[in-house]
């Protein structure tokens, strides 16, 4: 298949907006087993993630999971005019959260608790398409590509998936940051053995 950025980014979204509300909860669930199988799960103890937007992977699962382990829960914060993220801890995911910018889930005013993102173990990076070998398309901010890089800890990066999101190339940029790993409703992925 060959897209440019833009066509498989609306490829994507429709192939997503297919799914039942019910396949994209049990898919979610299968993908979230299979995440909790790795290492690198069980031993993060501070979490970023996404709130899940639209037909995206139930990250929730995460989120309560975290919560209910007394583990630390991230999530970005997005500012468009400087293109950049913050974050911010997240301890109630019903009372914290309010619709922010481009209609994605962030933090009430009274629930914003800003964090140097230097603690953070595992980053659960959202996309929508990947190769093997870790490479991404996001929605088209670059946020996640400027933000990764300023992590001087280097947490694991993983992305969640559907099978159908994993195609055989993209076009890559330099400035691109691959993920380590990428979970799907079928197998695990370690990115790194793919470039």
Do not use: W
Request: one cysteine or more; glycine letters at 4%.
């Amino acid at each position: 298949m060959s897209f440019n950025k833009k066509e498989l980014r609306q490829e994507m979204i429709q192939q997503r907006k297919s799914l039942s509300p019910l396949e994209i909860k049990e898919k979610s669930l299968e993908i979230f087993h299979r995440l909790q199988g790795l290492s690198a799960y069980e031993n993060a103890r501070k979490l970023m993630t996404y709130v899940p937007f639209r037909e995206e992977i139930h990250t929730t699962l995460l989120i309560r999971d975290f919560l209910a382990k007394n583990r630390q829960v991230f999530i970005p914060v997005t500012q468009p005019k400087e293109k950049k993220i913050i974050i911010s801890e997240l301890l109630d995911l019903e009372k914290d959260l309010e619709t922010g910018h481009f209609g994605v889930m962030e933090p009430k005013p009274f629930a914003f608790r800003p964090k140097d993102p230097k603690i953070i173990d595992l980053v659960i990076v959202p996309g929508l398409a990947f190769t093997t070998s870790g490479y991404r398309i996001g929605y088209g901010g670059g946020y996640y590509d400027r933000f990764l890089p300023t992590l001087e800890q280097n947490p694991v990066t993983i992305a969640l998936a559907l099978d159908f999101q994993i195609v055989d190339s993209l076009p890559i940029d330099r400035y691109d940051v691959p993920v380590d790993m990428i979970v799907t409703e079928s197998r695990v992925i370690d990115c790194q053995k793919h470039r």
